[in-house]
């Protein structure tokens, strides 16, 4: 069975500075799904970014970024120039790119918190 | 991006009655809907996979016939917190799976819905 580790159960940033959020995970399969989800204080969960495990490029969504490497099975999310509305709490997803891959397997969460 | 709905947002109940909870899918049609539970501070739990039309797909240690679950149309699944107790009080999620383009699926989620069992 797949796992996801978040080895980060909390992270701290200044406003306007780049943090990084780091994602583990292991699997035996080669097509598979990484997803970041940001979950606000209002607890609805939002889609930050994903990535296609086939795709060698890195994805990037405006002041998100990963660094996704295959054979370490490393998945981290980069926020640069952090906003305060970026506090939340984040966690890192698998999913599998088989037909019967309905499931996400989510990470503990690592709450972030920007300073003002 | 697509939008899913829950109602009610918050509910408190008393120990020993059921309890519905519904989740939508505003605009789009969903075959397949996701229920989880979530503790505060910490991960989703998924608890059962709902498909229209059949039933409910239960992880493992979720109890089903305390958690009934019914997707009876393409764009509504909901749960039913039987019998609850206080130990039932928790954040329900649930999400609902849009097909999307060229296979590019994805999963929206709900906003969740706040039960507390007294």
Partial sequence: AQTVTQSQPEMSVQEAETVTLS???????SDYYLFWYKQPPSRQMILVIRQEAYKQQNATENRFSVNFQKAAKSFSLK????????????FCAYRSAEEYGNKLVFGAGTILRVKS | GAVVS??????ICKSG?????????????????????????QSLMLMATSNEGSKATYEQGVEK?????????LTLSTLTVTSAHPEDSSFYICSARDEGLA??????FGPGTRLTVL
Avoid at chain 1, 79 to 90: H, K, N, R, V
Avoid at chain 2, 103 to 108: H, M
């Fill in chain 2, 65 to 73: 016939d305390k958690f009934l679950i019914n997707h009876a149309s």
């Fill in chain 2, 17 to 41: 009655t059921s309890v519905k909870i519904e989740c939508r899918s505003l605009d789009f049609q969903a075959t397949t809907m996701f229920w989880y539970r979530q503790f505060p501070k």
């Fill in chain 1, 79 to 90: 926020i640069s120039d952090s906003q305060l509305g970026d506090a939340a709490m984040y």
């Fill in chain 2, 6 to 11: 829950q109602h009610p947002s918050r509910v």
């Fill in chain 2, 103 to 108: 296979g590019r699926w994805e999963q929206f």
């Fill in chain 1, 23 to 29: 994602c583990t995970y292991d699997t035996s399969e």
